[in-house]
Protein backbone atom coordinates (compact mmCIF):
# COMPACT_ATOMS: atom_id res chain seq x y z
CA UNK A 1 0.00 0.00 0.00
CA UNK A 2 1.15 3.17 -1.15
CA UNK A 3 0.40 6.08 1.77
CA UNK A 4 0.59 9.53 1.44
CA UNK A 5 3.65 11.27 1.42
CA UNK A 6 5.62 7.94 0.60
CA UNK A 7 7.93 7.20 -2.56
CA UNK A 8 8.11 3.59 -3.14
CA UNK A 9 11.35 2.48 -4.48
CA UNK A 10 11.90 -0.90 -5.96
CA UNK A 11 15.41 -2.69 -6.26
CA UNK A 12 15.81 -4.81 -9.42
CA UNK A 13 18.76 -7.65 -9.65
CA UNK A 14 18.07 -8.21 -13.65
CA UNK A 15 20.10 -11.25 -13.88
CA UNK A 16 18.11 -12.96 -11.45
CA UNK A 17 14.71 -12.20 -11.36
CA UNK A 18 11.45 -13.46 -13.51
CA UNK A 19 9.36 -11.06 -15.02
CA UNK A 20 5.76 -11.59 -16.47
CA UNK A 21 6.16 -12.14 -20.73
CA UNK A 22 7.28 -9.02 -22.59
CA UNK A 23 4.44 -6.76 -24.57
CA UNK A 24 4.50 -6.75 -28.64
CA UNK A 25 6.18 -3.09 -27.99
CA UNK A 26 8.89 -4.07 -25.84
CA UNK A 27 9.86 -7.25 -28.05
CA UNK A 28 10.48 -5.16 -31.01
CA UNK A 29 12.16 -2.62 -29.15
CA UNK A 30 14.85 -4.99 -27.47
CA UNK A 31 15.01 -6.56 -30.74
CA UNK A 32 17.14 -3.28 -31.65
CA UNK A 33 19.80 -3.85 -29.07
CA UNK A 34 23.24 -5.40 -29.97
CA UNK A 35 23.15 -8.30 -27.17
CA UNK A 36 21.25 -10.87 -25.96
CA UNK A 37 22.29 -9.41 -22.42
CA UNK A 38 21.00 -6.11 -23.57
CA UNK A 39 17.80 -7.32 -24.68
CA UNK A 40 17.09 -9.82 -21.91
CA UNK A 41 17.74 -6.75 -19.10
CA UNK A 42 15.66 -4.26 -21.10
CA UNK A 43 12.64 -6.93 -21.04
CA UNK A 44 13.35 -7.68 -17.22
CA UNK A 45 13.50 -4.32 -16.51
CA UNK A 46 10.09 -3.48 -18.52
CA UNK A 47 8.20 -6.51 -17.43
CA UNK A 48 9.34 -5.56 -13.68
CA UNK A 49 7.86 -2.42 -13.83
CA UNK A 50 4.45 -3.43 -15.09
CA UNK A 51 4.60 -5.48 -12.38
CA UNK A 52 5.29 -3.21 -9.94
CA UNK A 53 2.96 -0.51 -11.10
CA UNK A 54 0.06 -3.61 -11.11
CA UNK A 55 0.20 -3.48 -7.32
CA UNK A 56 -0.73 -0.36 -6.74
CA UNK A 57 -3.78 -0.35 -9.46
CA UNK A 58 -6.49 -2.74 -11.00
CA UNK A 59 -6.37 -0.17 -13.58
CA UNK A 60 -5.10 -0.79 -17.28
CA UNK A 61 -1.35 0.09 -17.59
CA UNK A 62 -2.00 2.06 -20.83
CA UNK A 63 1.46 3.91 -21.21
CA UNK A 64 1.81 7.08 -22.97
CA UNK A 65 5.13 9.63 -23.45
CA UNK A 66 4.95 13.00 -22.70
CA UNK A 67 6.91 15.53 -25.03
CA UNK A 68 10.09 14.61 -24.23
CA UNK A 69 10.03 11.09 -23.48
CA UNK A 70 8.29 10.71 -19.89
CA UNK A 71 6.30 7.51 -20.02
CA UNK A 72 2.90 7.82 -18.09
CA UNK A 73 -0.52 6.43 -17.16
CA UNK A 74 -3.17 8.44 -19.01
CA UNK A 75 -5.82 7.11 -17.24
CA UNK A 76 -4.03 6.78 -14.02
CA UNK A 77 -3.03 10.29 -13.63
CA UNK A 78 -2.34 10.18 -10.24
CA UNK A 79 0.39 7.45 -9.95
CA UNK A 80 3.55 8.77 -10.89
CA UNK A 81 6.30 6.31 -11.84
CA UNK A 82 10.21 6.41 -13.03
CA UNK A 83 12.31 3.71 -14.28
CA UNK A 84 16.31 3.83 -14.73
CA UNK A 85 18.44 0.59 -15.16
CA UNK A 86 22.29 0.40 -15.16
CA UNK A 87 23.99 -2.80 -16.32
CA UNK A 88 22.34 -5.40 -14.16
CA UNK A 89 20.55 -3.50 -12.30
CA UNK A 90 17.65 -1.60 -12.30
CA UNK A 91 15.47 0.87 -10.54
CA UNK A 92 11.58 2.01 -10.22
CA UNK A 93 10.40 5.04 -7.95
CA UNK A 94 6.42 5.35 -7.49
CA UNK A 95 4.62 7.76 -5.90
CA UNK A 96 0.94 9.29 -5.80
CA UNK A 97 0.14 12.66 -6.93
CA UNK A 98 3.61 13.87 -7.03
CA UNK A 99 6.74 13.47 -9.42
CA UNK A 100 9.09 11.58 -9.28
CA UNK A 101 12.17 10.39 -10.66
CA UNK A 102 15.07 8.27 -9.97
CA UNK A 103 18.84 7.10 -11.75
CA UNK A 104 21.26 4.51 -11.19
CA UNK A 105 24.72 4.56 -12.94
CA UNK A 106 27.07 2.03 -12.62
CA UNK A 107 30.75 3.03 -10.83
CA UNK A 108 33.39 3.28 -13.79
CA UNK A 109 36.40 5.52 -14.57
CA UNK A 110 35.34 8.31 -16.27
CA UNK A 111 38.95 11.12 -16.93
CA UNK A 112 36.90 13.60 -18.41
CA UNK A 113 34.21 13.97 -15.11
CA UNK A 114 34.81 17.55 -14.16
CA UNK A 115 34.67 18.41 -18.11
CA UNK A 116 31.16 16.83 -17.92
CA UNK A 117 30.13 18.31 -14.81
CA UNK A 118 30.69 21.82 -16.24
CA UNK A 119 28.76 21.49 -18.75
CA UNK A 120 25.74 19.20 -17.70
CA UNK A 121 25.77 20.21 -13.25
CA UNK A 122 23.80 23.17 -12.45
CA UNK A 123 26.04 26.39 -11.91
CA UNK A 124 26.02 26.52 -8.32
CA UNK A 125 27.26 22.97 -7.85
CA UNK A 126 30.51 21.99 -6.25
CA UNK A 127 32.87 20.18 -8.97
CA UNK A 128 32.94 16.69 -8.18
CA UNK A 129 36.45 15.47 -6.35
CA UNK A 130 36.83 12.05 -8.50
CA UNK A 131 34.57 9.82 -10.34
CA UNK A 132 32.36 7.94 -8.10
CA UNK A 133 32.07 11.86 -6.12
CA UNK A 134 30.78 12.74 -9.72
CA UNK A 135 28.66 9.51 -10.50
CA UNK A 136 26.77 10.41 -7.17
CA UNK A 137 26.56 14.10 -7.91
CA UNK A 138 25.12 12.55 -11.29
CA UNK A 139 22.19 10.31 -10.26
CA UNK A 140 20.68 12.97 -7.62
CA UNK A 141 20.37 15.77 -10.73
CA UNK A 142 19.68 13.33 -12.92
CA UNK A 143 16.56 12.09 -10.92
CA UNK A 144 15.18 15.57 -10.11
CA UNK A 145 15.53 16.43 -14.10
CA UNK A 146 13.46 12.77 -15.12
CA UNK A 147 10.73 13.65 -12.30
CA UNK A 148 10.10 16.78 -14.33
CA UNK A 149 10.13 14.91 -17.66
CA UNK A 150 13.24 16.85 -19.00
CA UNK A 151 15.76 14.31 -19.22
CA UNK A 152 19.35 15.91 -20.03
CA UNK A 153 17.41 18.64 -21.71
CA UNK A 154 17.04 20.58 -18.42
CA UNK A 155 20.75 20.09 -17.75
CA UNK A 156 22.73 23.13 -16.78
CA UNK A 157 19.47 25.06 -15.07
CA UNK A 158 19.00 24.88 -11.02
CA UNK A 159 15.82 23.07 -10.45
CA UNK A 160 13.02 25.23 -9.74
CA UNK A 161 10.92 24.53 -6.22
CA UNK A 162 11.93 22.51 -3.12
CA UNK A 163 12.64 18.85 -3.58
CA UNK A 164 13.66 15.55 -1.79
CA UNK A 165 16.31 13.73 -3.15
CA UNK A 166 17.60 10.74 -1.40
CA UNK A 167 20.91 8.66 -2.39
CA UNK A 168 19.90 4.92 -2.58
CA UNK A 169 21.92 1.68 -1.52
CA UNK A 170 21.90 0.34 -5.37
CA UNK A 171 24.99 -2.40 -4.24
CA UNK A 172 28.42 -2.07 -4.16
CA UNK A 173 29.83 -0.73 -7.93
CA UNK A 174 26.54 1.61 -8.52
CA UNK A 175 25.63 5.27 -7.38
CA UNK A 176 21.49 5.94 -7.67
CA UNK A 177 19.45 8.77 -5.95
CA UNK A 178 15.55 9.04 -6.03
CA UNK A 179 13.88 12.54 -6.19
CA UNK A 180 10.16 13.70 -5.61
CA UNK A 181 8.72 17.76 -5.73
CA UNK A 182 8.17 18.69 -2.62
CA UNK A 183 9.38 17.94 0.83
CA UNK A 184 9.14 15.57 3.61
CA UNK A 185 8.79 12.17 1.63
CA UNK A 186 9.49 9.58 2.92
CA UNK A 187 11.49 6.96 0.88
CA UNK A 188 10.79 2.99 1.38
CA UNK A 189 12.70 -0.01 -0.13
CA UNK A 190 11.66 -2.65 -1.63
CA UNK A 191 13.76 -5.69 -3.52
CA UNK A 192 11.73 -6.76 -6.08
CA UNK A 193 12.50 -11.09 -5.94
CA UNK A 194 12.47 -13.70 -8.57
CA UNK A 195 9.12 -15.18 -7.24
CA UNK A 196 8.00 -11.54 -7.76
CA UNK A 197 5.91 -12.10 -11.12
Not at 23 to 36: D, M, Q
Not at 129 to 155: C, H, M, N, V
Request: net charge neutral.
Amino acid sequence: MLKPGEIHVWRIQLDKVNTPPPTTGEAARAGRFATPTLRRRYLRAHGALRDILGRYTDGRLDFALHEKGKPFLPNLPDLEFNLSHSKQMALVAVARGTPVGVDIERLRPLIEFAAIAERYFPPDEVCPSDAPDFFRRWTRFEAILKAQGLGLYGAGASPEGSWTVQELDAGPGFAAAVAARGTGHTIVIHDYGETAA
